[in-house]
């Protein structure tokens, strides 16, 4: 919006010039998701608490302790992160430019579909919410949708191709496959934030983490000078996108505040499943899909620990952890709560030290 005055409108307050900048604007715009959180926070708090007297219901089939502990806690502070993350983007990115629009879709949905899940979930005093089915269902079609919105404003070299790590330039990959492994990408993303939000804030750093990760992808895409000294995929206007990625890490610091053990609110499926979709919505913009498992690894190793307990149960009838996500694994071994949460963290950045590191390796 800022930038749609100073330029279009000829607002003269301030040189144009200077909110031209994709970085002097990512800088404003974390600056005001983390003022508007740490500003309404605890009211929004109080006002959840009221709401939710009971607070968000824990799983039986969990770890004892939480049911102690974390008992009577208000859910759904994804709302916050997303009025926060809305309104800042809408400020500071260009509204012009249709990636952001799409993200934006991709985070209203999904946030949609969470907050329904959320609201079943208090309301019946169940920790078991929508079906699974019913999700996922709902899943796809919304990613569908995201999917062909990317597709339509990508150049016909790039529109059903796939970039390789370690390989120069992308895979033609034809559409049928691109659609579904991109729906894979978007859902599973989604869903893996969504398993690894078990324990008080550990999963608002390494979404942080990603998002910054992410912000410098997308910026050295969308600019040909780096991109093509990087030998990495142009895609051009995608550089808007880390004015985006800013405004949601500020959102996510200024919840972590709340989030923070011992927890005053949780983000609920309203806020982990839109922030795995605008990971890997922007993922799939920027033609790193696949980089994404690597810099995301915490969220592809606990959604993996999981499918691993659920295949070994059915087929063989054991458990290979103790409990699972593998957080809860690590609980039941005796690691506290901020040991796992800390040293979930630092895997993290190793992570997406990694990952960033593999973009020059062509």
Same mark, same amino acid.
């Given at each position: 919006?800022?930038?749609?005055?100073?330029e279009i409108?000829g607002?003269?307050?301030?040189?144009?010039?200077?909110?031209?900048?994709?970085?002097?604007?990512?800088?404003?715009?974390?600056?005001?998701?983390?003022t508007?959180?740490?500003? #309404?926070?605890?009211?929004?708090?109080?006002?959840?608490k009221?709401?939710?007297?009971?607070? /968000?219901?824990?799983?039986?089939?969990?770890?004892?302790s939480?049911?102690?502990?974390?008992?009577?806690?208000?859910?759904?502070?994804?709302?916050?992160?997303?009025?926060?993350?809305?309104?800042?983007?809408?400020?500071?990115?260009?509204?012009?430019? =249709?990636?952001?629009?799409?993200?934006?879709?991709?985070?209203?949905?999904?946030?949609?579909? @969470?907050?329904?899940?959320?609201?079943?979930?208090?309301?019946?005093?169940?920790?078991?919410?929508?079906?699974?089915?019913?999700?996922?269902?709902?899943?796809?079609?919304?990613?569908?949708?995201?999917?062909?919105l990317?597709?339509?404003?990508s150049?016909?070299? #790039?529109?059903?191709?796939?970039?390789?790590?370690?390989?120069?330039?992308?895979?033609?990959?034809?559409?049928?496959?691109?659609?579904?492994?991109?729906?894979? =990408?978007?859902?599973?993303?989604?869903?893996?934030?969504?398993?690894t939000?078990?324990?008080?804030?550990?999963?608002?750093?390494?979404?942080?983490?990603?998002?910054?990760?992410?912000?410098?992808?997308?910026?050295?895409?969308?600019?040909?000078?780096?991109?093509?000294?990087?030998?990495?995929?142009?895609?051009?206007?995608?550089?808007?996108?880390?004015v985006?990625?800013f405004?949601?890490?500020?959102?996510?610091?200024?919840?972590?505040?709340?989030?923070?053990?011992?927890?005053?609110?949780?983000?609920?499926?309203?806020?982990?499943?839109s922030?795995?979709?605008?990971?890997?919505?922007?993922?799939?913009?920027?033609?790193?899909?696949?980089?994404?498992?690597?810099?995301g690894?915490?969220?592809?190793?606990?959604?993996?620990?999981?499918?691993? /307990?659920?295949i070994?149960?059915?087929? $063989?009838?054991?458990?290979?952890?103790?409990?699972?996500?593998?957080?809860?694994?690590?609980?039941?071994? @005796?690691?506290?709560e901020?040991?796992?949460?800390?040293?979930?963290? $630092?895997?993290?950045?190793?992570?997406?030290?990694?990952?960033?590191?593999?973009l020059?390796?062509?």
């Amino acid at each position: 919006m800022i930038l749609y005055l100073t330029e279009i409108m000829g607002f003269n307050f301030i040189d144009s010039s200077f909110f031209s900048s994709i970085s002097i604007r990512a800088f404003f715009s974390i600056l005001t998701s983390l003022t508007l959180v740490l500003t #309404f926070g605890y009211k929004f708090i109080e006002s959840m608490k009221l709401i939710q007297v009971r607070g /968000q219901p824990i799983r039986d089939d969990g770890p004892e302790s939480h049911i102690i502990r974390k008992k009577g806690t208000p859910s759904m502070g994804g709302l916050l992160i997303l009025f926060s993350f809305f309104f800042s983007t809408l400020l500071w990115a260009d509204i012009t430019n =249709v990636y952001i629009g799409i993200i934006l879709l991709t985070a209203l949905l999904f946030g949609f579909l @969470g907050f329904l899940d959320d609201m079943k979930k208090i309301r019946e005093q169940n920790p078991k919410g929508l079906s699974s089915r019913q999700k996922i269902a709902i899943q796809i079609l919304f990613s569908m949708i995201i999917i062909y919105l990317i597709s339509s404003q990508s150049n016909l070299e #790039f529109r059903y191709s796939l970039s390789i790590p370690f390989i120069t330039g992308t895979v033609l990959v034809g559409l049928l496959f691109y659609y579904v492994f991109t729906c894979l =990408v978007i859902i599973g993303s989604s869903n893996a934030v969504n398993l690894t939000d078990g324990l008080d804030g550990l999963a608002i750093v390494p979404v942080i983490i990603t998002l910054a990760s992410f912000a410098v992808i997308s910026y050295l895409s969308g600019n040909d000078i780096f991109s093509n000294n990087m030998n990495i995929n142009y895609v051009s206007s995608a550089g808007e996108i880390s004015v985006l990625c800013f405004s949601l890490i500020g959102s996510c610091l200024g919840f972590l505040w709340f989030n923070a053990p011992p927890a005053k609110i949780f983000m609920g499926d309203t806020g982990s499943l839109s922030l795995g979709s605008v990971l890997g919505s922007t993922a799939v913009i920027t033609k790193h899909e696949l980089l994404l498992f690597v810099i995301g690894g915490v969220f592809v190793i606990e959604t993996i620990s999981v499918m691993i /307990q659920v295949i070994s149960f059915k087929l $063989f009838k054991k458990r290979v952890f103790l409990m699972a996500p593998i957080h809860h694994h690590f609980e039941q071994k @005796g690691w506290s709560e901020s040991t796992i949460i800390i040293r979930f963290w $630092f895997i993290s950045f190793v992570f997406a030290i990694i990952g960033l590191a593999i973009l020059k390796l062509r």
